[in-house]
């Protein structure tokens, strides 16, 4: 079956730094990914679309020079959380998928906590 | 975001009860529909999708979707302990991205 890689699966950093999070489709290629947030105790909050070689889609109130999107390839797209404070902290989730209609498979999550 | 919602629970049901779940949404025009299980600090797993209206079952798992209502549910039979956990409804855009319910939370008492 399609397996999605997320790396870290724990970070913490110091505020005001960047953190960066991995997300690879290990057995297929994944022309789309998506990023999603979850604060504790509320649901996955889709937070932008990245699209293999071009700019990612960010959902409304996302601020994208604050969360940066880089798919540079089929397997491997990545979300910097640039100048990261306490607010930031969340669980960020990645997916990914074949195609349109394809069903999507998510990777493991990344813990970030700003401290 | 289109607008997916859910009893956020807890719901507590006695083990081997029937489980029942809700979500509604607030796009006519979605398609798609899926139900995931969340372990706390852990990664949404897919328990069922469905697109037609009516019951699809699968084991123990029974999803029901009324498209005129915008309504989903979830039957889970015998409820086991494993169970346990947190139930996220989810429609798909047509991006196929998620927009997620803010998920109900199950306990099964042994």
Redesign the interface.
């Known amino acids: 079956g399609a397996v999605v890689s997320q790396h870290p699966s724990r970070v913490i950093c110091k505020s005001g730094t960047s953190v960066k999070i991995e997300c690879r489709s290990l057995d297929f290629q994944a022309t ?1 990914m ?1 990023w ?1 947030r979850q604060f504790p105790k ?5 937070m932008a ?1 990245s699209n293999e070689g071009s700019k990612a ?1 960010y ?2 109130g996302v601020e994208k020079d604050k969360f940066l999107i880089n798919h540079a390839s089929l397997t491997l797209s990545t979300l910097t959380v640039t100048s990261a404070h306490p607010e930031d902290s969340s ?1 960020y ?1 990645c ?1 990914a ?1 074949i ?6 498979t ?4 990344t ?1 970030l906590t700003v401290v | 975001q289109k607008e997916v919602e859910q009893n956020s629970g807890p719901l507590s049901v006695p083990e081997g009860a029937i489980a029942s779940l809700n979500c509604t949404y607030s796009d006519r025009g979605s398609q798609s529909f899926f139900w995931y299980r969340q372990y706390s600090g852990k990664s949404p797993e897919l328990i069922m999708f469905i697109y037609s209206n009516g019951d699809k079952e699968d084991g123990r798992f029974t999803a029901q979707l009324n498209k005129a209502s915008q309504y989903v549910s979830l039957l889970i039979r015998d409820s086991q302990p494993s169970d346990s956990a947190t139930y996220l409804c989810a429609v798909r855009g047509t991006g196929n991205q998620f927009y997620f319910g803010t998920g109900t939370s199950l306990t099964v008492i042994p």
């Open positions: 789309t998506f999603y509320q649901s996955l909050m889709l679309t889609t959902e409304q669980f989730i997916s998928s195609g349109p209609g394809a069903l999507s998510f990777g493991s999550g813990r």
